[in-house]
């Protein structure tokens, strides 16, 4: 749920990069917003939505005229609340049936259609792929979850009673990178740049830690990235390549990736931001993904992240005793909102959201009805002071699963 500087799923307010995914609840300010969203509401109300109708979904009958009905009105309600460009939906039901829809525009210059087929950039999402090769790692007895940092990699402040346990449910007490000043100034000067692991830590290195481990949750991207390092060091592979041979691959996941540069794997959606040094709206699209690294620079497409969102949550990868500790779900002082192990649990759903400048996720699953729910978007900017995944996950979860809403309130 964070931004570039660390805008999060739960806690909000923007700074320069808002950090990456919002995945998560954070802890800092981002740029102002702007009033340029209104030229995308026409775009998006008036393109029509596109219905998947091929067989390889596990869902083959389509939810009734009337659910399928007012799910459309809703979704293309906060559209234009939100001034959304475009918008993946993907909704199974077990027992009810599914929900596959496209609205908006995927390119604003051309005007070419959302469709459900589209890559996109999923932000924070990446974390539950980075704490998945970790829990990997620990199956195998190479790491230990309460075992210090330091054991494994050197120069991390407070290394020696940081855990690694601490790092993956976002308590360790370092400072967000992302949330440096200088960091945000940096960037996005130069969208383009190549940020190194090292470079990014160095500027949360800077700043004390902001409180001693454990003691409470804060989103930070510094964790994740240097879970990247600890499955790196460990495995002797590429965080990239780990993913890949250990997860993507074996979960079928085929159009889920690190990309090369700042490739996008056609086709794509145009992603669009206001995180700029002038608060303008840019196309964020081919801005380098780097400086999120192993905490937020995947690709991936909607029946991917649907597949995925049953394997993190069922822990189909990982041992029951493992998965078990994943799911071991603590406060993150937003009532209703829990954190794991790289998993959050909002009204009963668990998976995880994700923002990037241009673009935002959202791959949930729930347990109690075996129902999936992923959302991709093309933009990243706040409408109500809430993240637009959120705005549409609530409307889409208020209507199908009342009981079970995915909400965070705004300016959380």
């Not at 390092?229 to 993507?248: A, N, P």
């Not at 791959?363 to 409408?383: F, G, K, M, Q």
């Not at 699963?401 to 909400?407: M, R």
Request: some cysteine; overall charge negative.
């Amino acid at each position: 749920m964070p931004r570039i500087a660390e805008r999060p799923w739960i806690v909000r307010r923007r700074s320069p990069v808002r950090t990456l995914v919002v995945a998560a609840l954070a802890v800092a300010g981002l740029l102002p917003l702007t009033a340029a969203g209104a030229p995308t509401l026409a775009a998006a109300a008036a393109a029509a939505p596109a219905v998947y109708s091929g067989a390889e979904d596990d869902e083959a009958r389509e939810l009734s005229p009337e659910l399928r009905a007012k799910l459309d009105e809703a979704v293309q309600r906060v559209m234009r609340e939100a001034g959304i460009p475009g918008v993946q939906v993907g909704l199974w039901l077990p027992g009810r049936g599914r929900y596959v829809r496209s609205f908006g525009v995927a390119d604003k210059e051309t005007g070419a259609p959302m469709t459900d087929r589209l890559n996109m950039r999923i932000g924070s999402e990446t974390k539950t792929f980075t704490a998945t090769a970790v829990l990997q790692l620990v199956d195998e007895g190479l790491v230990g979850l309460d075992e210090p940092i330091a054991a494994y990699l050197d120069s991390v402040l407070c290394g020696e009673i940081i855990t690694v346990r601490n790092l993956l449910e976002m308590r360790s007490g370092l400072f967000p990178y992302s949330a440096d000043a200088d960091f945000g100034n940096d960037f996005l000067s130069d969208p383009q740049r190549v940020f190194t692991p090292q470079e990014l830590l160095a500027y949360g290195y800077k700043h004390d830690n902001v409180f001693p481990p454990g003691t409470r949750y804060q989103y930070s991207n510094s964790n994740y990235i240097l879970l990247g390092l600890l499955v790196e060091k460990l495995s002797g592979q590429s965080i990239e390549q780990f993913v890949h041979d250990r997860i993507t691959a074996p979960s079928g996941l085929r159009h889920t990736l690190y990309p090369e540069g700042t490739a996008l794997p056609a086709p794509y959606a145009h992603g669009y931001t206001n995180q700029t040094l002038s608060g303008e709206i840019a196309d964020s699209t081919h801005w380098n993904p780097s400086w999120a690294w192993s905490a937020g620079a995947i690709v991936s497409d909607l029946r991917d992240l649907k597949h995925w969102a049953e394997d993190v949550a069922t822990g189909t990868l990982l041992s029951p005793a493992t998965q078990a500790q994943r799911l071991k779900m603590l406060p993150t002082g937003i009532p209703g909102a829990d954190y794991g192990l790289g998993i959050f649990n909002i009204g009963g759903w668990i998976g995880h959201n994700g923002s990037l400048p241009g673009y935002e996720s959202l791959t949930i699953y729930l347990p109690e009805e075996r129902a999936t729910l992923v959302l991709l978007l093309n933009s990243d900017i706040i409408a109500q002071n809430s993240e637009p995944s959120t705005l549409v996950g609530k409307a889409v979860t208020s209507i199908v699963t009342p009981d079970h809403i995915y909400d965070i309130p705004p300016g959380k």
